[in-house]
């Protein structure tokens, strides 16, 4: 019977590691170019925690002579303000190089918008979920638990305000005019975004900027998005941009970490966080 179960658990150990290392040779192959047709594209899926990996992408494929273009394939409901900035911003620098057009999945919605802004195409599927023009700050409060349970926080801070948001205490009316301030300003600043790489009217981009989802038909009818198609469609439009009638696909190489998958869920439920993310 143990034998049994060793030859088990040896039969799966070689199950996984064949899949770890087909992604691998996968992900390899992937990341080189095969000729100067070649369109470099660029994920962006879950919730948008760091830029780091997306800017680098793009960067690097901004700077490969064989990739002629690069198409930004987003599924994601958006996330962080700062690090959605960033890979606006990375974006936009790229744009000055090479033609970036933008694929949107299931979901590009809030900072998932935010950062398609610059393309110089954004396709949409007619279902895809995206809009959601806004920000939300929002943190956990223990302190009724706390004082139920018996346990109290102590803050020695150099200012008022230095514990702003934290979870063992409710704001304060001058706190929360003050958070209000800081949302309200980054808010402006997605309406500028907006308003700047679509040719919308201020106005026009105010009355559907409200935090609402929106389809990618309605989308295109808002003037939120160029065209409606699929993926295979963006890869088409991308070809005819550059004059590629059969352009090859380049992915770049990711590493997998299991520190994420520990770390990231625990960071995303105690920390204080302004983010651009569809709720």
């Known amino acids: 019977m143990k034998k049994k179960y060793i030859i088990i658990i040896v039969a799966v150990g070689i199950v996984i590691l064949a899949a770890f290392l087909g992604l691998f040779f996968k992900q390899a192959f992937q990341g080189l170019p095969m000729s100067e047709g070649s369109i470099g594209v660029v994920e962006v899926e879950d919730v948008i925690l760091a830029s780091k990996t997306t800017v680098k992408e793009l960067d690097r494929f901004a700077e ?8 930004l394939r987003i599924d994601s409901p ?8 960033e890979i606006y911003d990375a974006v936009k620098r790229v744009r000055e190089k090479k033609k970036v057009v933008v694929s949107m999945g299931a979901v590009a919605a809030s900072g998932g918008y935010y950062i398609a802004l610059p393309a110089d195409r954004i396709v949409a599927n007619p279902s895809t979920i995206t809009g959601s023009i806004g920000v939300i700050l929002e943190f956990p409060v223990f302190e009724e638990l706390f004082k139920k349970i018996g346990i109290r926080y102590e803050v020695i801070k150099s200012r008022d305000h230095k514990d702003i948001g934290s979870p063992f205490r409710t704001i304060t009316k001058e706190e929360r005019g003050l958070l209000e301030g800081v ?7 997605f309406i500028d ?6 040719g919308l009217t201020r106005d026009s981009v105010y009355r559907i900027a409200d935090g609402r989802i929106l389809t990618g038909r309605q989308a295109w009818k808002f ?9 295979a469609d963006a890869v088409d439009i991308c070809g005819k941009l550059v004059g590629i009638e059969n352009p090859n696909l380049v992915y770049p190489l990711r590493r997998f970490s299991f520190m994420d998958m520990l770390t990231k869920p625990m960071e995303k439920l105690i920390m204080p966080r302004i983010q651009y993310l569809w709720k």
């Not at 490969?64 to 198409?71: F, L, N, T, V, Y």
């Not at 949302?183 to 600043?189: G, R, V």
């Not at 003037?223 to 993926?231: I, M």
């Open 64 to 71: 490969d002579p064989g990739i002629r273009a690069i198409i």
């Open 78 to 85: 958006g996330g962080g303000v700062a690090a959605s900035q």
């Open 183 to 189: 949302i309200k300003d980054i808010y402006e600043q």
């Open 193 to 198: 975004a907006t308003v700047d790489n679509r």
């Open 223 to 231: 003037g939120l998005v160029d065209t409606l198609g699929s993926f």
